[in-house]
């Protein structure tokens, strides 16, 4: 072999040499990117020339790499979404393992549970007392997916303050996928809000027909009797009739605070707040009961203390009259004969302060915050005798948070009782129409009877 073969031969070697260094280089790149892809890291792109086996698996590895990798970024994308999601929920969503163990909650279940981040993989039977929510488990896990599992339950009350208040969660139960099932997803929603209120318009239905059938039926005795015999018996048929008058008002009367109460819930009652001077107003008021309580051998005052004529409120005409009618009609009812009415007035920064305290049977002092609430009587048999239909304070309270204003009570059994309304003042002057509406809000406030009216 001649000095060129030899040459040949190095040169031939030399490049043999170059192409297994980077080929070498090119699988380690490969081998290096698929690692970083095992522990989902970002991979390098490998650079090689796109021809032999190894340049075309470098190819494929780089187009893969960018397709796995644009995949787990969509992944990750779709979870944290999917974990926003289930965070803002307002019921709680926890999954479980076949084995009984936390698999995630999202906040509300944190919340409705009293869970923490350490709750993850415990035992939901260890983090969750309550029998009823173990069943729901349970029932869930037998199942075979698509079917879900429906049940509500009755859980204690988390506030301590309110424990016998009990709360009531509906809960849907899913199984996860697979057979036998991965695991059960539980969603709890509270309707603890839903059923009070379902109670409440049951307990409405039940009073309203009370009340109306017990006037209804005097009237319908009555009426009988007269049929029968009495309508031409002198000694009885007018006094008779005289009951079925008063029977009918009664009802008239409940009927027309019937109405009252559903357009003031309903939001549908139209109100006009403007500038109106408050003393003519309540001396209007005063004045119309004045007789009633003359009957009853009452005192009636009215005192405008710091008001003046030009004191002004910023109301409804009309609303604020039925406020005043209602509380002055209220003192008479429930003040016996030879005792006091009196109404009083101040100014309190921008607020005006009407006073109407009695003289009468008061209030017990567990009852004073129910007497607000619709068809609540402390004595109904009292309460009915004297024409009252247990609407009355239910209307005020609405008409009052229609106004933005705020009522405070005090009473004490046997020495009386004091209403106080605030209302938003107004300017005074002629161009005090430029006022600002009444804040809405419920502002009642109701004060221990801790001084005498
Ligand atoms: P009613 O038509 O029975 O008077 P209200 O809603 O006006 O209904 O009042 C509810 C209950 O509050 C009354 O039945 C009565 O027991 C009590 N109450 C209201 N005002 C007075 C008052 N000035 N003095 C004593 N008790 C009162």
Known sequence: MGSAGLVGITVLASILVIIVIRQG??????????????????????????????????????TAAIEIRAQASRRERDHGQLLVVLGAMAEAVVAVDPRRRLLFANESAHELFGLGPSSIGRLVPELIRGSQVQEAVEATLRLESPATHHAELVMPGRDPQARSLPRHLAVRGSPLPGNPAQGAVLVFHDVTELRRLERMRQDFVANASHELKTPLASIKAYTETLLDWAIED????????????????????????????????????????????????????????????????????????????????????????????????????????????????????????????????????????????????????????????????????????????QIDLVSRVGAGTRFTVHLPRGRDDAQSDQHEGPARGLSLRQVEPAVDP
Not at 43 to 48: E, G
Not at 351 to 378: H, K, M, N, Q, S
Request: glycine share 10%; charged share 25%.
């Open 25 to 62: 280089r090119v699988v380690s790149g490969v081998t290096r990117g698929l690692d970083a892809l095992a522990q989902n890291q970002k991979p390098r792109m490998v650079r090689a020339f796109p021809w032999g086996p190894v340049g075309r698996m470098a190819q494929s590895y780089n």
């Open 234 to 405: 002198p000694t009885v048929n007018i006094r008779f009739l005289e009951r079925i008058d008063e029977q009918a008002n009664r009802l008239d009367q409940l009927i027309h605070d019937l109405l009252s109460l559903a357009r003031l819930e309903s939001g549908q009652e139209f109100f006009e707040h403007g500038p109106i001077q408050i003393v003519p107003l309540l001396e209007s008021c005063a004045l119309r009961h004045r007789d009633r309580a003359g009957a009853k051998n009452l005192v009636m005052s009215f005192e405008p203390g710091n008001l003046g004529l030009e004191t002004v409120v910023v109301a409804d005409e009309e609303a604020v009259r039925q406020i005043f009618d209602n509380l002055i009609d209220n003192a008479i009812k429930y003040t016996p004969e030879g005792g006091r009415v009196d109404v009083k007035g101040v100014v309190d920064g921008d607020r005006v302060c009407v006073e109407v305290a009695d003289t009468g049977i008061g209030i017990p002092r567990d009852e004073l915050p129910r007497v607000f609430e619709r068809f609540y009587r402390v004595d109904k048999a009292r309460s009915r005798e004297l024409g009252g239909t247990g609407l009355g304070l239910s209307i005020v309270k609405h008409l009052i948070q229609s106004i933005g204003g």
